[in-house]
């Protein structure tokens, strides 16, 4: 029996020798590990279990409010809302009508992903500017918002919105207007549904009459508006709520345009003669190709200055943001006697800088007797030469 054992055990050694030497982590090469096949999904035998969906790929499920009296109405009109989300490059699925109380509703199963080389939808943002302003009398408000929507529109960026509202007994205005959104680069990208919500109505009547008109901005902007409707706002009235998709990114927006402000150093005793002032300005940027938006007046002590807002283009570098433009400031070093011969020399340097390219926006003169002194505010852009420092 003992020699049976002995005989067998010899032969499993000899037999098997991945046993038979000393076993080390070097024992084995990459080139002796079997190579790993391509994934392939088990097909399923009759009546067995469902395929499972593959790594990466999600489905979500667009739904809406709306509701119909008959499911024979609520089949149409999820066809036609299919047919409008492939159109906005959004890949469907297929739909189902779905009871909603005693009416139906419908469902649309779509991939809420798209790659990073698809055209639509696009990414877009819907940004909000207000410079913050009160403007007496209030109807003055309206005449600078459509100077400013016009700015926004000359600059190529589109409007879908401005309006006015009361501020303390005085008027301010908003401008609504989209902006791309400049993607991180990635494989694929979010699909979103977003809602935007524009317009003062009194009557419901005349939002209705409206949709259309608000539809027709979104799309003429390359944006593809879903739907529109009519909708309550807080304070009694109506407005028009557009639905609309986009795709974006996992990080933070990044608008291609932002809004910079410019803070004059001069200084008025009246607000009007700040005002004047701000709309004088306004043509100095737009000289330099700095898209001005708007000016404002603002307290400086118990004076009055302005300040500008103008529109930037944003490159995105790994190290941060790079906007094309910026106001820089020249402050001179030597100092005068006389008021006279500071704005002398200012102005023999302003035109200096004219003449090297970079525009002047804005000059002061300080200082006191036998000590005056000035200082020029110009506009240089990414990749300019920066002004000479004394």
């Known amino acids: 029996m003992l020699n049976t054992i002995a005989a067998a055990a010899a032969f499993f050694i000899l037999a098997v020798p991945g046993f ?20 392939a999904p088990a097909i399923p035998a009759p009546h067995g279990p469902a395929p499972v969906t593959p790594p990466g790929v999600a489905i979500a499920a667009y739904t809406t409010d ?34 909603a109380g005693n009416d139906y509703s419908f469902a649309i199963d779509y991939i809420p992903t798209v790659k990073a080389g698809a055209a639509l939808p696009p990414a877009v943002l819907v940004k909000t500017y207000n410079n913050g302003a009160s403007y007496w009398p209030s109807n003055s408000a309206a005449a600078a918002m459509n100077d400013c929507a016009a700015a926004f529109r000359a600059a190529r960026l589109p409007v879908v919105g401005s309006y006015t509202y009361d501020s303390g007994g005085n008027g301010s205005f908003a401008v609504d207007y989209l902006v791309n959104d400049v993607l991180q680069r990635a494989p694929e ?15 419901e009547s005349e939002a209705k009459k409206n949709v259309t008109a608000y539809l027709s901005l979104f799309r003429q902007a390359g944006v593809p508006a879903i739907r529109g409707k009519a909708v309550s706002r807080p304070d009694g009235d109506y407005a028009v709520r557009v639905e609309y998709v986009v795709k974006a990114g996992r990080t933070a927006p990044r608008p291609q345009y932002s809004v910079l402000r410019y803070d004059a150093r001069e200084v008025f005793p009246f607000e009007k003669n700040a005002l004047a002032a701000g709309k004088a300005a306004l043509p100095l940027f737009q000289k330099a190709g700095v898209p001005p938006l708007s000016s404002v007046s603002r307290p ?15 490159f995105y570098q790994h190290s941060g943001v ?21 704005r002398k020399a200012m102005q023999d340097k302003a035109a200096a800088f004219e003449a090297a390219g970079l525009p002047v926006v804005g000059s002061a003169v300080t200082g006191e007797l036998g000590g005056y002194t000035y200082a020029l505010d110009y506009i240089a852009k990414a990749g300019q030469a920066p002004a000479p420092r004394p």
């Open 20 to 39: 038979a030497g000393n076993f080390t982590l070097n024992s084995y090469t990459a080139g002796s590990v079997p190579a790993s096949q391509p994934y």
């Open 189 to 203: 990208y979010d699909v979103k549904f977003l809602e935007y919500t524009g317009g003062k109505f009194t009557f």
């Open 66 to 99: 709306e509701t119909f009296s008959f499911e024979s109405q609520a089949k149409p009109a999820m066809e036609a809302r299919i047919k409008d989300l492939n159109a906005a490059g959004v890949a469907t699925l297929g739909g189902r009508v779905v009871p």
């Open 322 to 342: 790079v906007q094309s433009a910026a106001v820089e400031t020249y402050q001179a070093q030597e100092t005068f006697t006389f008021d006279k011969d500071a």
């Open 300 to 314: 400086v002590g118990g004076d009055y200055s302005y300040g500008v807002d103008f529109l930037v283009q944003n």
